[in-house]
């Protein structure tokens, strides 16, 4: 747990995520990823030098996932908790019948997470995403799109006038897990049907085979994108 505190206010000190007086709804899932950035924030919040506040969020998209365990794990914690109840798998996989539905599901999840943050009087809306997701989704641009691109340690939203920040950016999945499991967070059990068959996991198997060959690769494409690789990852 030390190990990744230290990872996560790297990140928010390298990026300057947080300032005093945010209040930061932070989008939990249900899965590992966003339980360890609770978990981390919350932790954070009693020793950072800039004080915040904390509103976990889930986005109940309509898969029957029973957010019960996350509400007892947030009074534990000592952070406020809200369930948002939206009719996206309807409008996804019933109505629209997406072919490819991540996309549509992300963007769907985004907005709702954004309207709960303004609602509850959050300016930042902290996500899960990991080193991982970061070499990931650097990668499919590359491939699937033919630039160099990913998305941002901190993005502010001038639409909605809410910044998003990613602290895990420096911890790998692996930590992330094995933290989960010492700490045994009631992570929930994947309920997605598209789950498991997407070109983010042919991009996670194809960074298993090359990282046999060159096992520093991750650290490698991270250092590529904060030394100019991708502009909003540079480090003033």
Same mark, same amino acid.
């Given at each position: ?10 990140a928010v000190d #390298?990026?300057k995520?947080i &300032?005093? @007086?945010?209040?930061l709804?932070?989008g939990?899932?249900?899965?590992? $990823?966003?339980?360890v %950035?609770l ?8 020793f950072y030098?800039?004080r915040?506040g904390?509103?976990?969020v ?6 029957g ?9 947030c ?13 996206i798998?309807?409008i996804?996989?019933?109505i629209r019948?997406?072919k490819?539905p991540c996309?549509l ?8 997470? #954004?309207?709960?943050?303004? &609602?509850? @009087? ?6 899960g995403h990991?080193?991982? $997701?970061a070499?990931e %989704? ?12 990913c998305?941002s340690?901190?993005?502010h ?12 950016i420096?911890?790998d ?26 070109k983010r ?10 990282r ?7 650290e ?5 994108m ?11």
């Amino acid at each position: 747990m030390q190990r990744l505190l230290g990872l996560v206010r790297k990140a928010v000190d #390298n990026y300057k995520m947080i &300032s005093d @007086g945010d209040v930061l709804a932070v989008g939990v899932s249900g899965g590992k $990823d966003s339980l360890v %950035t609770l978990t981390a924030l919350a932790s954070l919040a009693k020793f950072y030098p800039k004080r915040f506040g904390l509103h976990a969020v889930s986005i109940d998209a309509g898969f029957g996932l029973d957010y019960s365990a996350v509400s007892e794990y947030c009074a534990v914690l000592g952070v406020k908790y809200t369930v948002v109840k939206t009719d996206i798998k309807e409008i996804v996989f019933d109505i629209r019948k997406e072919k490819h539905p991540c996309s549509l599901c992300a963007k769907l999840r985004r907005g709702a997470i #954004n309207d709960a943050a303004r &609602s509850l @009087g959050c300016n930042k809306v902290a996500y899960g995403h990991h080193l991982d $997701d970061a070499v990931e %989704t650097f990668l499919m641009s590359l491939f699937y799109e033919g630039r160099v691109s990913c998305f941002s340690p901190v993005t502010h939203l001038d639409r909605s006038g809410i910044t998003v920040i990613r602290p895990l950016i420096y911890c790998d999945e692996w930590r992330c897990s094995k933290l989960a499991r010492e700490l045994g967070l009631p992570v929930a059990e994947k309920v997605c049907p598209a789950d498991g068959n997407t070109k983010r996991e042919e991009t996670k198997e194809l960074i298993r085979e090359l990282r046999e060959r060159f096992p520093e690769l991750k650290e490698r494409i991270l250092t590529a994108m904060q030394r100019g690789g991708v502009p909003d990852w540079r480090i003033e």
